[in-house]
């Protein structure tokens, strides 16, 4: 009789090991259980500690200017991300100083590009940028698909705006 008992408390350790084993996550699955949670976290405002993290879990370059903005380095130039005082918005922002674009080039960009604007400003520098409204909430894989939009508008606004005339 002992013998079945032990056998029995034997099979129901195995059991509860087991059932220990496939409960417990892989240090994988927990941290992408972790991002997937923290991805769709609801922002309302931000700080630059904040979108440094998104920037650098993207693996995007950039520094931190006196000012407290990050500049972004993107293909050998480089872009602002500004947040607002309340930090509940946020702006990128590239400036092209040194000629390139027209506008005619801007023109063309605004009328055939969405979620952007370029324009010439009152010194003939080119700029282009994009906002984004943190105001309602939006989630971290919001900010993140934005700073994709900006990366790839930037490189798109390059190509067709600043080195348009060089061609």
Same mark, same amino acid.
């Given at each position: 009789?002992?013998?079945?008992?032990?056998?029995?408390?034997?099979?129901?350790?195995?059991?509860?090991?087991?059932?220990?084993?496939?409960?417990?996550?892989?240090? #994988?699955?927990?941290?992408? +259980?972790?991002?997937?949670?923290?991805?769709?976290?609801?922002?309302? %405002? %931000?700080?630059?500690?904040?979108?440094?993290?998104?920037?650098?879990? #993207?693996?995007?370059?950039?520094?931190?200017? +006196?000012?407290?903005?990050?500049?972004?380095?993107?293909? @050998?130039?480089?872009?602002?991300?500004?947040?607002?005082?309340?930090?509940? =918005?946020?702006?990128?922002?590239?400036?092209?100083?040194?000629?390139? @674009? =027209? /506008?005619?080039?801007?023109? #063309?960009? =605004?009328?055939? $590009?969405?979620?952007?604007?370029?324009?010439?400003?009152?010194?003939?520098?080119? $700029?282009? +940028?994009?906002? /984004?409204?943190?105001? @309602? @909430?939006?989630?971290?894989?919001?900010?993140?698909?934005?700073?994709?939009?900006?990366?790839?508008?930037?490189?798109?606004?390059?190509?067709?705006?600043?080195?348009?005339?060089?061609?």
């Amino acid at each position: 009789m002992h013998s079945i008992v032990r056998t029995v408390i034997a099979s129901c350790m195995v059991v509860a090991v087991s059932a220990c084993a496939q409960a417990t996550p892989t240090p #994988q699955a927990a941290a992408v +259980e972790r991002n997937q949670s923290n991805q769709s976290a609801v922002i309302t %405002t %931000t700080s630059t500690e904040q979108m440094e993290q998104l920037l650098k879990s #993207q693996g995007y370059a950039y520094t931190i200017d +006196e000012d407290g903005d990050l500049v972004w380095m993107h293909d @050998g130039y480089k872009s602002i991300v500004l947040i607002s005082r309340e930090k509940n =918005n946020l702006m990128f922002k590239a400036v092209f100083t040194d000629g390139g @674009g =027209n /506008l005619e080039t801007v023109n #063309q960009w =605004n009328q055939n $590009v969405r979620y952007s604007r370029s324009y010439m400003s009152d010194d003939g520098d080119t $700029v282009l +940028e994009l906002d /984004l409204d943190l105001d @309602g @909430g939006v989630t971290e894989q919001h900010v993140i698909e934005w700073l994709k939009v900006c990366r790839d508008s930037f490189r798109m606004w390059i190509a067709d705006v600043v080195l348009a005339e060089q061609v």
